[in-house]
């Protein structure tokens, strides 16, 4: 009878699923099933599998060996339409949304409601807007997607998911562009889809919202899956321990104090742009850390953008290095030696089709130039060391970024960011994506280069992240600065009320 029951709630079964990419072997033997009413996690290293577990499910990957059973009965989805119809259904990892359509077009893309030939506009809006109502996720819904921040355009993404009747939904690391907040509302929207009797498939680097959501975790290493336990049964060490098959070593390295003594390499004075942020004054001395905290939305990217040359000021004044760079380019901040490691690795950062080589060398190339033209020896060692040194994974520094997994992609966003030794860098979410263990690598990293006495500006929304690696803090809120965080009142308490203050 046990048997039985097990049997009905089980949605979807994999036995002996495999499946490569050239040399890469990305799924090996996988058996595994999802439950109704059953959030399932999926985690690993990056490159582990996952992704490519989820695409499985929902047709975007054929396998090349095993069986599917959906409902006991053995299913072959040629495309994720097919899987659509089925009611499989996944919010991606990198969003692929229309960012010139408005978001109520994007929600109901493909499903529009039809009168004969023609789109019935008003009832494809109102089925739109009472998705919104039902899950209680409120956005403008004639604003363009592509006019929103990353936060907002996630959720157009699930509300999109949302809209068709789903009985297995893949989250694939949903949570990795929200703040704290809003990874909490989606959590217990991920719970209640669950009650509700859909089974959930749901992957993240996070291991507290892992042990947190699920019913049933599965770790995967090198496309194989490792073990599937019971949630109860795990721990975040245990989990660790799973994940990287190494014993658990200490999330942060030890920071060493900056010279307080020595003059800041980059002075903001009073800096305001419209709409974004006004009167911020902030300094950064070599070696020093600072951390810019607050919530998604609070003004900080924007902050770093106009540091960075992206973005003309309103007013106020740069200094860096000794150079007024207030009106400067991108290219003078970058000529003068600031780098930045983007917050979207699609819209910002890489050229997905060229190589992993082209992507971290290019804006380089002046320094790889000689007489006698391009180095390409030195331009090479270079490369392979950043890209070691970030430990990425990859089959080659000649093949396309787009076939890397998605935290490896941002890895090499931070090898690109390393190379000549940069005076400033400028960090945005860097570890968003990225695996336990490749975390610690980069926060080596970052504070390596603190140590040879770069200055950093460390953008991040993992409060552990900001407590754990900076030597000061200053919180935004609402575009202006609500405090600043020195180590004596530097207490994640504080840097929560900073963030929610009125600013
Ligand atoms: N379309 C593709 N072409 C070539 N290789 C691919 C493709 N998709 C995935 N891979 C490779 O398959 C392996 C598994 O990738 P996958 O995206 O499933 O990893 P992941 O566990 O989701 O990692 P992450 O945590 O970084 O998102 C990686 O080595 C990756 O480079
Ligand atoms: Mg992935």
Redesign the pocket.
Known sequence: MADLTSQNKTLLTLSGVS????G????VGVDISFERGKVHS?I????????????VLLGV?QPDAGEMMLDGEAIHLRNPAQGNDRGLVGIS?ELSLLQNRSVADNISLGREITRGPFVDAKKTRENVLATMERFNMHLDPDVHVGALPVAEQQKVEILRALSRDARLIVF??PTARLASHQAEQLLELVRSLANSGAAIVY?S?FLDEVLKVSDTISI?RN?KLIRTSDRKTETRDSLIVGVTGQEVQNQFPPLSPPDLQAPPVLSVRGISRAGEFEDISLDIRPGEILGLAGLVGSGRSEVAHAIYGASPLDKGQISFAGADLSKASVSDCLKNGMALVPESRRDQGLMLSRSLLENVSLPHLRQFSGVLGLNKKREYEEVDLRCKETRV???GLR?PV?????????KILFARAAVGQPKLLIADEPTR???VGAKRSIYDLIVNLANQGEAILLISSEIEEIMGLCHRVIVMSRGRISKELVQDNLTEQAVMNAAFSGG
Do not use: I, R, Y
Not at 24 to 27: E, G, K, M, N
């Open positions: 499946k490569h990419f050239g890469t072997q990305a799924l999926l690993g290293e990056n490159g582990a599998g996952k992704s490519t577990l989820g695409k990957h990892q694939d690391e992957v680097h995967l496309g994974k990859h089959e093949h787009d076939m890397l997994s998605g935290g490896n992609q941002q994506g990225v695996d």
